[in-house]
């Protein structure tokens, strides 16, 4: 230092100043900023806590009204007015197995049909293919009532009039998940990278090799979530059945081209639940659970499905 | 990856003996341009103009391209080579706004014909990516799809062998054939691609940029294998290295972009094309001279 003697005071003091300055910037934030950030933080936890509320209040009372009526019999024996105690829900549970064997029939080959189109092969630049995607957004928002009284006029009667049975009940019901599938299948599609198409159509691949042997196998782990999710869609599915003829009580096995009228689990437990006497209500609750264990385990196995299999590029 | 550990001795002498090969080939006849003295062509360009939706990405392209050769297609950003490039196997059909004029012969046949089905084409002709984009397949499945799409499944494993040999990938994988191509580093996912279109067994390979995503030892790996190609199969490269452009090729051409009166549209234009050492040593045009020179660019 040439300065002298007097510089190294004053050195020092410009460090202390600069250091008290960064002090002062790294101490706490004002404490109103502290308070405001642990309200919001909290607000936002008791949206998660409201959300979550639902699902637990409804486990909760199913498990305690319930559990008493949770046995084999539930699912192996029909359904009786005269004893509840050994009443189930045999029909029903085939009647939605059959119902949901008929959805997946169409919205597997359909739906990944109708995606492969619109992603693939569609011109986008063209007016009716936008307005297929616009609709296709909007049919996955229409209430399944109105798919209900589409299914009682055009596959119960009218056009189709294939009558009370199990296998219209599954084409309402198709038709209800159907934009749930094209959605997800679509979105499956188009995770894949157009390098690939590229580099197949380069190898003097047609398009429809190369969708059939590069672009389909890629994005199977996300159409077969899609598909799941459309099917637990479906079975929870109530409104529709009852205005397709899933409304009779039923206390025989259903068979999907039957006329004698077919039941399925959601109705079955709104039959249950509307009877005033306790043991039918634990047995709606019973079968509330059976069907919550079920949808739960085929979301799981979606979610399980995607992150196991997804392809990342 | 262990198995990307380079010689660089080997792969010195390789590049030297191929510019030594590269000194030789030119021959005083080729020194009077490339138009001409062609022993055979693979490619004709006839004023050919490239427009997406109406507006030109290139413009009156006349060249020709040598068989066994490689042909380098150097310029700026934006000056349409990649869009020329893909012409030539007709990925440009893939963009429904893309439209091509003029006349392109390949071996003396309208590659734009109204009998020609694109797809043949790019069976013949086929192409390397910028990015190397391997399927989310085995190593095997990659080099064997194109065989396989083709109906050629007899002695499968001897087609996959012979080209990944011929991408010099085979001693690094050979052991692991089955495993995810993703696996690989790069470099080797770049060969694996050369690899997998060499299996079809086309006559032309087309490389857009092939090794702009790689490292300078994979990068040189690449250009010996080029070198190496070019004996079986006739290459078309696309590069804005023009010390790759030097290396490798023995024809270049360089495109520049052209602006029109008003500066408002602009497109590619084909401004020299001659024999690789003339294009870099005594280029007849001023533009090339910059170019090459690094004065613009």
């Known amino acids: 230092m040439t300065a002298g003697g007097t510089s190294a005071p004053r050195n020092r003091l410009a460090v202390a100043g600069a250091r008290s300055t960064t002090e002062a910037m790294l101490r706490a934030q004002p404490r109103g900023d502290v308070i405001r950030n642990t309200i919001f933080a909290g607000l936002l936890l008791l949206s998660v806590a409201i959300a979550l509320a639902g699902l637990l209040a409804l486990l909760i009372q199913a498990f305690a009204k319930g559990s008493s009526a949770l046995s084999l019999d539930l699912i192996t024996n029909p359904p009786s007015t005269a004893f509840p105690e050994k009443a189930g829900y045999r029909p029903a549970i085939i009647g939605s197995l059959e119902l949901i064997a008929g959805v997946l029939l169409f919205i597997v080959p359909v739906g990944i049909g109708a995606a492969i189109y619109l992603e693939e092969y569609a011109d986008g630049s063209r007016w009716w293919n936008r307005l297929i995607e616009v609709n296709i957004q909007n049919l996955a928002a229409v209430p399944s009532i109105i798919y209900g009284i589409l299914g009682l006029a055009f596959i119960v009667r009218g056009p189709l009039n294939l009558g009370f049975i199990v296998a219209a009940g599954s084409l309402t019901l198709a038709l209800l998940v159907l934009p749930m599938v094209i959605i997800a299948s679509r979105e499956a599609l188009r995770a894949v990278p157009d390098s690939i198409r590229q580099g197949s159509l380069a190898l003097g691949a047609t398009q429809w090799q190369t969708i059939r042997t590069q672009v389909l196998p890629a994005s199977i782990p996300g159409i077969a979530t899609g598909v799941i999710l459309a099917v637990s869609r479906a079975i929870g599915e109530t409104a529709p059945l009852l205005l397709v003829g899933a409304t009779v009580f039923v206390t025989f096995d259903p068979t999907p081209f039957g006329t004698d009228g077919y039941s399925a689990m959601p109705v079955q437990i709104f039959n249950y639940a509307l009877r005033p006497q306790e043991e039918f209500q634990a047995l709606a609750a019973a079968g509330i659970i059976v069907m919550l264990v079920v949808l739960l385990a085929m979301n799981s196995f979606a979610i399980w499905l995607r992150n196991r299999y997804e392809q990342r590029w | ?297």
């Open chain 2, 1 to 297: 990856m262990a198995q990307d550990e380079t010689r660089p001795e080997a792969a010195r002498a390789t590049r030297e003996e191929a510019a030594e090969r590269a000194a030789i080939a030119v021959r005083p006849e080729f020194r009077s341009g490339a138009t001409a003295n062609f022993e055979k062509t693979v490619f004709e360009m006839k004023g050919i103009e490239v427009l997406y939706s109406g507006v030109s990405a290139v413009k009156g392209i006349t060249m020709e391209v040598g068989h066994n050769e490689v042909t380098a297609l150097i310029g700026p950003s934006g000056c349409g080579k990649s869009t020329l490039l893909r012409c030539l196997n007709r990925m440009n059909d893939l963009i429904p706004t893309a439209e091509v004029q003029g006349e392109l012969l390949y071996h003396g046949e309208d590659l734009y014909g109204p009998h020609v089905d694109p797809v043949q084409v790019r069976k013949l002709i086929g192409m390397v990516f910028q990015k190397p984009n391997p399927f989310p397949k085995s190593i095997y499945d990659n080099v064997a799809f194109g065989p396989r799409i083709l109906g050629r499944k007899d002695g499968l494993d001897a087609t996959v062998e012979k080209a990944l040999r011929g991408a010099a990938l085979w001693d690094e994988v050979k052991d692991r054939l089955k495993d995810n191509a993703f696996g690989l580093s790069g470099g080797q996912q770049q060969r694996l691609c050369i690899a997998r279109c060499i299996a079809v067994e086309p006559d032309v390979i087309l490389m857009d940029e092939p090794c702009s995503a790689l490292d300078p030892i994979s990068t040189g790996k690449i250009e010996d294998l080029m070198i190496e190609l070019k004996k079986e199969f006739s290459i078309v490269i696309v590069t804005h290295n023009m010390q790759q452009a030097a290396r490798v090729s023995d024809r270049t051409a360089f495109l520049m972009v052209e602006l029109d009166a008003e500066e408002h549209n602009r497109w590619g234009r084909l401004v020299e094309y001659d024999v690789t050492e003339k294009i870099f040593t005594n280029p007849s045009d001023k533009r090339t001279e910059d170019y090459v020179s690094g004065k613009v660019g």
